[in-house]
């Protein structure tokens, strides 16, 4: 007779499971609760202390760390020493083992979840019979996922047996499922004990969507969302209308939503090619798209908009005059939705602005390597602020240099930002030099750079900046400084009566 070894934390299907193995003629083996459940659903189930002759001790911690049970696992079936072992000790092979693990993940979950109970849910016999029944694979059929009951039972039904090639994805599957659970553990325990550094690390997602390819058409891409991770998120959005997001779609998205959170007041953010091409705030969502569309007309077309406040049906007549393909907010009145929805492709997303904004490490792969960092969250708040200039910004030109100081943080490096007090004018991104950023934002900005205000994310190497500044209207600056030149760009300001702020902090984004 066949023998199979069933022993789950997640019960989904496993009754009925187990009842079409035992009439394809398995003998079951169980542990704890699975057993009592398989017997709640009037299933004959044997108990794994019956076959190792040992009773489960350490509060269930030791069950089937047995050699009744592992030599059933690990021997190989087409060896002949190895099955006159099995016959001496009175051992008999296990051929199919069904198990998961305690739930790690869903503990640590838990609101102040305590290291105590955390550390009692590291599963220990279980990944232990999943590596050996996977090792075994060309002998074992191995499940940890009920989603793979239904093929094995079809399997075994058409052929009498599990095909090789099913055999060998189920193990792999296994392989990456006993890796995920570790790395959740290795991550909990270095947080515990303080490492900032270690010497490996391991992270671990799920598939959330294949897509259609990547940047380009040629290249292949998915989807995955990090388990545990921020809610607060593109990959925790809930998607109302449109197409599937792609990849592309995906990267401006979250660049969107990044560069929004900085803002308390109603804020709305347009994005094309991760950098944003227009940022506006008002006293409602409507008011702030609409300063968010005069920044650059042109270039939010096709473009992401995100809000920090609710879409209502005002904001969605003006959203519906030009072609977008993201709109993110908290939420969309129904109205909005309404307006929104007769436009077949618009993806309309929302994400919880009330959840913790946590800020995850930043990962960029690199050939052959991995780059980690801590997000950028420094705020004007939180810099050294000095005025080294003879005129100190008003009050008008100090909310609008807090405002360019968000922005230019988000925008790609060298960057310059040109804005008023409640608007972008103009954005010069990832060019070069420093002083053809600013010549890019200031020619956007026009006429209307007489009397704004000017920010950058790194310190001005020459003067040259500051002058285009002047020429252009500019009255006031934020700059981090510390530059060996520092002392130019600051007589220069002084002779056009601008206002320069230093930061002491750069913001480069590559």
């Known amino acids: 007779m066949k023998r199979a070894l069933i022993s789950v934390s997640d019960k989904t299907g496993v009754v009925e499971f187990t009842k079409q193995l035992i009439e394809l003629g398995f003998e079951i083996l169980s542990t704890g609760g699975t057993k009592k459940v398989l017997e709640e659903g009037g299933l004959d189930i044997k108990a794994v202390d019956d076959i190792t002759g040992f009773p489960e001790i350490l509060e269930g911690r030791v069950k089937t760390l047995h050699p009744m049970i592992h030599g059933g696992l690990l021997a190989k079936r087409d060896d002949s020493g190895h099955m006159e072992q099995l016959d001496e000790q009175g051992i008999q092979p296990i051929d199919l083992v069904c198990v998961n693990l305690y739930p790690f993940q869903q503990t640590i979950a838990k609101p102040n979840v305590t290291a105590e109970d955390a550390i009692e849910n590291i599963d220990i016999g279980g990944p232990a019979m999943l590596r050996a029944s996977a090792k075994n694979h060309e002998y074992i059929t191995v499940l940890v996922d009920s989603l793979d009951y239904e093929q094995v039972l079809e399997e075994m039904r058409a052929q009498g047996e599990v095909s090789k090639e099913t055999k060998r994805k189920l193990a792999a599957k296994v392989f990456r499922h006993t890796a995920a659970y570790d790395a959740y553990i290795a991550e909990y325990m270095t947080e515990l004990s303080g490492e900032e550094q270690p010497e490996r690390v391991t992270f671990t997602y799920e598939l959330k969507q294949p897509l259609r390819y990547g940047e380009n058409p040629h290249q292949k891409a998915a989807f995955y969302s990090r388990p545990l991770g921020s809610e607060f998120s593109i990959a925790n959005a809930r998607q109302y209308h449109g197409k599937e997001l792609s990849y592309n779609n995906i990267h401006d998205a979250d660049a969107a939503l990044q560069i929004v959170k900085d803002f308390d007041e109603p804020a709305a953010v347009a994005v094309k090619h991760m950098n944003p091409c227009g940022v506006g705030v008002g006293t409602n969502s409507s008011d702030a798209f609409q300063?968010?569309?005069?920044?650059?007309?042109?270039?939010?077309?096709?473009?992401?908009?995100?809000?920090?406040?609710?879409?209502?049906?005002?904001?969605?007549?003006?959203?519906?005059?030009?072609?977008?393909?993201?709109?993110?907010?908290?939420?969309?009145?129904?109205?909005?939705?309404?307006?929104?929805?007769?436009?077949?492709?618009?993806?309309?997303?929302?994400?919880?602005?009330?959840?913790?904004?946590?800020?995850?490490?930043?990962?960029?792969?690199?050939?052959?390597?991995?780059?980690?960092?801590?997000?950028?969250?420094?705020?004007?708040?939180?810099a050294e602020i000095s005025i080294p200039t003879k005129r100190e910004p008003t009050e008008e030109e100090l909310a609008a240099l807090k405002l360019a100081w968000k922005v230019v943080k988000h925008v790609k490096s060298n960057a310059i930002v040109v804005a008023s007090n409640d608007m972008t004018i103009g954005v010069g991104a990832g060019q070069m030099n420093r002083v053809g950023a600013a010549k890019i934002a200031l020619e956007q900005a026009g006429e209307r750079a007489k009397g704004a205000v000017l920010a950058s994310d790194a310190f001005f190497p020459m003067s040259d900046t500051v002058e285009e500044a002047a020429r252009a209207g500019i009255t006031a600056i934020i700059q981090p400084g510390g530059s060996i030149r520092d002392e130019d760009s600051i007589k220069l300001a002084d002779k056009h009566g601008i206002a320069m702020i230093l930061t002491g902090v750069r913001h480069f984004k590559h």
Do not use: C, W
């Open 291 to 382: 300063k968010a569309f005069e920044a650059d007309p042109t270039s939010i077309f096709g473009g992401i908009i995100a809000f920090n406040r609710l879409v209502d049906g005002e904001t969605a007549k003006k959203l519906h005059e030009i072609f977008l393909e993201i709109i993110i907010a908290p939420a969309f009145t129904d109205e909005a939705l309404e307006i929104l929805t007769t436009k077949k492709n618009i993806r309309l997303l929302t994400v919880p602005f009330d959840q913790t904004k946590k800020a995850e490490k930043m990962l960029t792969s690199v050939e052959g390597g991995l780059l980690i960092q801590d997000q950028d969250t420094y705020t004007y708040e939180d």
